[in-house]
């Protein structure tokens, strides 16, 4: 019971989390927006590189980006938090625990997929934002990625009753 616990914890302790970095980027959009922006532009890489050529300049592109982020956000925070309920719902039971945990994977998953193929991938080898000093998010994705990772590997694994 006490490992099912910690399981329910911990994704919702990952849902209240997502929530609050949606909620951050709604509340205060330019913050980040400009990061996003930065990373598109690669206004922030190093002058002269080869990688140039990738560059986004359109600021539709840089919020439809921005509000894709944004949505992802959102729907990771709402997989995990009814992901979390489901599992409270069916702590007692092993079996049940074990078949309730499919929302809160899903978000887990997207937040794998945002944060390091978004980020990381796309934002951090695609625009080359390991090059800006100013617009690199590549350290906290990373953070959230074995984060992430660390969760659902715990997660997953199969919970039933421990008899003695």
Not at 15 to 24: R, T
Not at 48 to 64: D, T
Request: glycine residues 8%; hydrophobic residues 55%; positive net charge.
């Amino acid at each position: 019971m006490i490992t099912r616990l910690s399981k329910l914890v911990m994704v919702l302790a990952f849902a209240l989390y997502a929530s609050l970095v949606a909620f951050g980027n709604l509340t205060d959009y330019n913050s980040n927006f400009t990061l996003v922006a930065h990373v598109l532009m690669m206004d922030t890489t190093f002058p002269g590189n080869q990688g140039l050529w990738r560059a986004v300049h359109s600021p539709l592109v840089h919020h439809a980006v921005y509000g894709f982020i944004i949505g992802t956000e959102i729907v990771i925070a709402a997989l995990c938090w009814l992901g979390g309920f489901r599992l409270c719902k069916n702590i007692k039971d092993p079996a049940a625990f074990n078949r309730a945990k499919g929302l809160a994977i899903l978000g887990f998953t997207l937040g794998f997929l945002l944060w390091f193929t978004g980020f990381m991938t796309i934002g951090g080898e695609w625009f080359l934002m390991w090059q800006s000093e100013v617009a690199n998010g590549q350290q906290a994705a990373f953070r959230l990625v074995m984060i992430i990772v660390a969760t659902l590997i715990y997660l997953v694994q199969s919970d039933e009753e421990r008899h003695r």
